[in-house]
């Protein structure tokens, strides 16, 4: 479990997220010190160090600009039928933070399991690969979604009726395996999260 952030340790953090926002990198030592204030550069780093011990953050020694942020691995979930979706939190990733922005807590990894995605693009969905998910309730056509049907979970594409009125969504698979077909929902659907990247085993150290 990440341990719980002083009020300045979380001040250091909120810090980096909005300057992240507005410039869409990561401040250096110099720039972080000027936006808290501090007089010294040595500051910074030793807040940083802080952060990184309670697994906030990681740097990398020799690239400031690769701060990573620790990310909740939350589960399983079918990319074939649906299954049940296991909530127990297994640990964290490091994610750079420039797949996340400035709102990390809106973020979770989900562990994929079957072949029903595997053709999807830009990457395909293989099974054991790390889906970076943003929680929301809502998704545009062509967005990959987490679904929940019944209280069940799959991924799959995400297809609006074209008349709302009509009441009814489709969830497409894109795979390999003839078996998947497209799955029409209704009443019973809702959208747990966007998958916004899809992680391989080689690209985090899990």
Not at 42 to 60: E, P, T
Not at 124 to 129: A, K, L, R, S, V
């Amino acid at each position: 479990m990440v341990a719980t952030l002083t009020p300045n340790e979380q001040r250091v953090l909120d810090a980096i997220a909005a300057h992240f926002a507005q410039h869409g990198r990561m401040p250096t030592h110099a720039e972080l010190a000027e936006l808290l204030g501090f007089k010294s550069k040595n500051s910074s780093w030793q807040y940083l160090h802080q952060l990184q011990r309670k697994g906030y953050l990681h740097i990398d020694a020799y690239k400031w600009r690769g701060v990573m942020v620790s990310v909740p691995i939350v589960g399983q979930v079918a990319c074939g039928k649906p299954v049940w979706a296991e909530a127990d939190l297994e640990g964290y990733a490091q994610i750079d933070q420039r797949f996340i922005g400035a709102n990390p807590t809106e973020f979770f990894l989900l562990r994929a399991e079957g072949d029903s995605m595997d053709r999807a693009e830009p990457t395909p969905i293989e099974e054991g690969d790390l889906l970076l998910v943003r929680h929301q309730a809502h998704a545009e056509s062509g967005e990959i979604v987490v679904a929940q049907i019944d209280g069940e979970a799959t991924v799959k594409y995400f297809k609006a009726s074209d008349r709302p009125e009509d009441g009814y969504a489709v969830l497409l698979p894109r795979s390999s395996n003839p078996a998947h077909q497209p799955i029409i929902v209704t009443d019973r659907f809702g959208i747990y999260g966007v998958v916004r990247r899809v992680f391989k085993r080689a690209d985090l150290s899990l």
